[in-house]
């Protein structure tokens, strides 16, 4: 069996190449980004496709949306991620919508198209802080805690069109390892706008999902006072309820490889913050610890069970690799 991988702009498809190979699996990497991708997934006797889209900007997220659309819905190729769970990678609005009509515990999210009806919600809240989101940004990039009305009226008039025919965007500032922060200026946020309410945050937890194994560590805040993207986390033992949360969110849609991460507020109850089909193992080479000790759980005959071990080799690439083969043998 040959795997097909998708390549991305910034080389995450290399994470399936040394899972590949590290697994012996035979691989064949297709620029996706080519005009010519269409002929290269035809003629690449791949039985599916693995995909890892870096979507930083909005025109990439489109670019990878229409594609994976055309090889998995038209041509019937299967992919991993699924299509579904990529569906709500990087798009804050397709999850907000999922997480409300499954019911799933959010923060209270409002998407707005319509300038006049944004500007009455805001005109009408009163629960200030709230929180501003662009629609694409990982690791908090472009998140934005609104204080008061005065500073919602702001940004309101600065996403929407002033005349029909103009608007000055949103613009997210990317920062450097230097410190400096630069505008991502070709990658403005207009005519739609994200808010959500704040929550009184005790913990975040990142919660994972690859196949059967299951994994969990807390999210530390940095000096921002944000827990996204501070590259702090703490591996103490998680609680079997947040085991639980992951499960029940994953389940829900039959997910297979997802990143949930979420809020425990100041009373213990889970709030989905994000989900991301695909995400690193960065910060540590492993997801979970239990009494110190590196490994994954499994859900069998309704119980979690621990397993000790290291296994979230190739940036967990190898497990995805390995879940994707079990489903390819099973059709």
Request: hydrophobic share 35%; net charge positive.
């Amino acid at each position: 069996m040959k795997l097909g991988i998708l390549r991305d702009l910034y080389d995450n498809y290399l994470y399936y190449v040394y899972a590949c190979n590290d697994l012996g699996i035979e691989n064949k990497v297709v620029d996706i980004m080519s005009e010519k991708w269409i002929d290269e997934i035809r003629t690449s006797d791949c039985a599916g496709f693995l995909a890892a889209p870096y979507c930083t900007k909005e025109v990439w997220k489109t670019m990878y949306q229409e594609r994976l659309y055309i090889i998995n819905k038209v041509m019937g190729y299967p992919i991993y991620p699924s299509y579904n769970e990529l569906f709500l990678y990087e798009s804050k609005r397709n999850m907000t919508y999922w997480l409300k009509l499954h019911s799933i515990p959010m923060p209270k999210t409002w998407v707005f198209y319509d300038k006049n009806e944004a500007m009455q919600f805001i005109n009408e809240y009163d629960s200030y802080p709230i929180v501003f989101k662009p629609n694409i940004g990982s690791s908090a990039l472009g998140l934005k805690i609104i204080k008061n009305r005065k500073e919602a009226r702001k940004i309101v008039n600065r996403v929407f069109s002033k005349w029909h025919f103009f608007s000055r965007g949103y613009t997210k500032w990317y920062k450097t390892k230097y410190k400096i922060s630069i505008p991502v200026i070709d990658d403005k946020q207009y005519n739609n706008i994200l808010f959500q309410e704040k929550i009184n945050v005790r913990h975040e937890w990142r919660g994972v999902r690859i196949g059967e194994s299951y994994f969990a560590h807390k999210k530390l805040a940095g000096k921002n006072g944000l827990h996204s993207g501070s590259g702090l986390a703490s591996y103490d033992n998680p609680p079997l309820a947040v085991l639980d949360f992951i499960k029940y969110v994953c389940d829900v849609s039959g997910f297979r490889s997802m990143d949930v991460d979420f809020f425990e507020d100041t009373d213990g109850n889970f709030y989905v913050n994000e989900l991301q089909a695909f995400f690193g193992s960065r910060i540590k080479p492993y997801q979970m610890c239990v009494d110190g000790k590196p490994g994954r759980y499994r859900y069998i005959n309704d119980e979690w069970v621990f397993e000790g071990g290291m296994f979230n080799q190739n940036n967990s690439c190898s497990l995805r690799v390995e879940d994707f083969i079990k489903q390819l043998h099973y059709k």
